[in-house]
Nanobody, 124 residues
């Protein structure tokens, strides 16, 4: 397992930007597919974005395509989520997750390592 710690959440105005970070430790970071999920109050946790171990492959939920960008720094063992043009409906707790294998779809059950989550609140 890899240990994950998110940071960077907070209160942001609609239309604004924020960047989340997730620092990993415990295993070879570049061996892991990294992803961001989010969970809004009263809703199930949903996939947001994923990035392959090398960073060459990415995948996004339709709801965030063109607004969010996932990236990683394998020297700093950190994955990022740049969020632009934020909307009220982006309000959620954002979780970082890790798994070993790249797939075409990304389900919560595929991921064995999770961070504690960071709150992002978008004010309308």
């Amino acid at each position: 397992q890899v240990q994950l710690v998110e940071s960077g959440g907070g209160l942001v105005q609609a239309g604004g930007s924020a960047r989340l970070s997730c620092a990993a430790s415990g295993r070879t970071f570049s061996n892991y597919v990294m992803a961001w999920f989010r969970q809004a109050p009263g809703k199930e946790r949903e996939f947001v974005a994923a990035i392959s171990g090398s960073g060459a492959g990415t995948n996004y939920a339709d709801s965030v395509k063109g607004r969010f960008t996932i990236s990683r720094d394998n020297v700093k063992n950190t994955v990022y989520l740049q969020m632009n043009s934020l909307k009220f409906e982006d309000t959620a707790v954002y979780y970082c997750a890790a798994k070993r294998t790249w797939t075409l779809t990304f389900s919560m059950t595929d991921f064995g390592s999770w961070g504690q989550g960071t709150q992002v609140t978008v004010s309308s």
